[in-house]
C-alpha cells in the first residue's frame, strides 16, 4: 500500500465557485467580504455539535448574518472500557495502518496511547485529518467524498490482502469500514476509544428551539434520533419539515427514511463546506 497526503479524483462540485472562494475566505479569516451579501442574514441556524466543536462553525454562521442556535445533543466522553481500548492501541503499533473516523477518535486515542503511533495513518473526513496533521501526522484522506465509502474508494484501500489494519472510533462507530476491508481480504480490529451520551433537555427547550430556527445542522445518526425523540409531537412536523444539513449521503437516507423532507448532505463535510449547503438550501427555499 502507498500512501500519500490526498488521493481521490475531486467529484464534480455541487457548488459554484463563487461558493468556493467564499469558503476560503471565511475559513481563513473568520469573516467575509463586507462589500457582498450576507448570505445567512436573518436566518436561525440549529448547531446540534457537542460543544467543544461547535465554536468555528457559529462564528462562520453568523459572520455570513445568521443566528446559530446552540444545543449540543451529545456529550463525549472516554469508553468506558478505556484500558482494553489502551492495550489494544498499544498492541497494534506495528498495524499496516490505522484509520480514525472522527476527530474525537484523534483526541481520544492520545490520551490513552500518546507515542508509537505507525506510519499510516488515515481518516475519514477533513476535521479528523486536520486533527492528525496538527499532532504532526501525516495522513491519508479523501479529497472530496469525506465518507466511509470515500475512503474504500482511494487506491490503497482496494487491495489489501495480509495487512493489519486497526480503526479508531467511538462506541457503535461506522459499522462500514471493518465489513468492507475484510471482505477485502485485510485482519481489521476496532479500538472504541469514546462514546456519545445523549443529552437531556426538557420539551419546552426543544420546542422553543425547533420554532425559532430556520435550518439544522447534525452530525451524526445518534444526534439525529435523539432530536427526534427529544421533539415534542406538536412541533414535530415543523422540525421534519426544516432544512437539514447532515454528514453524507447514507445519513441522507437515513433522515429521509426518520421523515425530514429536505435532508441534505454538503458537497465537503467542512464548516465551511456546511455553511455553503445552509445558504443554497435556504435562498432555494424563497
Given at each position: ?17 463563487r ?56 456529550s ?12 489494544l ?18 483526541q ?19 476535521a ?42 467511538g462506541?457503535?462507530?461506522?459499522g ?36 425559532a ?28 419539515g ?45
Amino acid at each position: 500500500m502507498r500512501w500519500r497526503n490526498a488521493c481521490c479524483s475531486t467529484a464534480p462540485a455541487r457548488f459554484s465557485a463563487r461558493w468556493a472562494s467564499r469558503s476560503e475566505a471565511m475559513s481563513a479569516s473568520g469573516a467575509t467580504d463586507p462589500s457582498k451579501p450576507q448570505v445567512l442574514a436573518g436566518r436561525r441556524i440549529l448547531v446540534t455539535r457537542p460543544a467543544h466543536q461547535a465554536d468555528l462553525l457559529c462564528r462562520l454562521i453568523e459572520a455570513e448574518g445568521g443566528k446559530a442556535l446552540r444545543l449540543p445533543l451529545l456529550s463525549i466522553v472516554p469508553a468506558p472500557h478505556a484500558g482494553g481500548a489502551r492495550r489494544l492501541l498499544e498492541a497494534s503499533r506495528g498495524a499496516d495502518a490505522w484509520i480514525f473516523t472522527s476527530a474525537n477518535a484523534v483526541q481520544h486515542a492520545r490520551l490513552l496511547c500518546p507515542e508509537g503511533w505507525p506510519a499510516q495513518l488515515a481518516a475519514v473526513g477533513a476535521a479528523t485529518a486536520a486533527a492528525l496533521e496538527a499532532g504532526g501526522h501525516p495522513v491519508l484522506t479523501p479529497a472530496a467524498n469525506y465518507s466511509s465509502e470515500g475512503l474504500l474508494e482511494l487506491p490503497q484501500f482496494r487491495d489489501v490482502r495480509g495487512q493489519r489494519l486497526l480503526i479508531v472510533t467511538g462506541e457503535r462507530g461506522l459499522g462500514v469500514l471493518a465489513p468492507a476491508l475484510r471482505g477485502r481480504g485485510a485482519t481489521v480490529e476496532v479500538a472504541e476509544v469514546y462514546r456519545r451520551v445523549p443529552l437531556p433537555y426538557d420539551g419546552a427547550h426543544i420546542a422553543e428551539a425547533v420554532r425559532a430556527c430556520h435550518a439544522v445542522v447534525i452530525t451524526s445518526g445518534e444526534a439525529l434520533q435523539h432530536l427526534l425523540r427529544l421533539t415534542p409531537e406538536p412541533q414535530r412536523a415543523r422540525l421534519l419539515g426544516l432544512k437539514l444539513v447532515v454528514p453524507g449521503a447514507r445519513m441522507v437516507e437515513k433522515a429521509a427514511e426518520l421523515g425530514f423532507r429536505t435532508p441534505l448532505a454538503p458537497e465537503k463535510m467542512t464548516d465551511p463546506g456546511i455553511v455553503q449547503a445552509l445558504a443554497q438550501a435556504l435562498a432555494a427555499a424563497h
